[in-house]
Nanobody, 120 residues
Framework: VQLQASGGGVVQAGGSLRLSCASARRISSYTVAWFRQAPGKEREFVAASTWSGTTFYGDSVKGRFTISRDNAKNMQYLQMNSLKPEDTAVYYC????????????????WGQGTQVTVSS
């Protein structure tokens, strides 16, 4: 499954961004997820959506970010609202046939990453 992330950019604190991730293949039976990695830090779980549409969020983004998917278009999205400077990171989309996991090692397929920078 080839993934292509897009939508990153520079935004002021309190602003919003929507990330997109396009898959070259069908994702309807996959768990899809977003992770992020800030400089000098480990990759962090952000959000995931199971094939049935159940969603999970990291504690630091709960209530501000929303993951969604459009299986007909083989797309997944991450709507990010009320952005904070600490949200600054490279964001990666991921997918796997396995059930939901917060661990990045559970995901076989990865996009190339898109930079999100939140200025204060």
């Amino acid at each position: 499954v080839q993934l292509q992330a897009s939508g990153g950019g520079v935004v002021q604190a309190g602003g919003s961004l929507r990330l997109s991730c396009a898959s070259a293949r069908r994702i309807s039976s996959y768990t899809v997820a977003w992770f992020r990695q800030a400089p000098g830090k480990e990759r962090e779980f952000v959000a995931a959506s199971t094939w049935s549409g159940t969603t999970f969020y990291g504690d630091s983004v709960k209530g501000r970010f929303t993951i969604s998917r459009d299986n007909a278009k083989n797309m997944q999205y991450l709507q990010m609202n009320s952005l904070k400077p600490e949200d600054t990171a490279v964001y990666y989309c991921a997918a796997d046939r396995s059930p939901y996991s917060r661990s990045d090692i559970a995901y076989e397929y990865w996009g190339q990453g898109t930079q999100v920078t939140v200025s204060s």
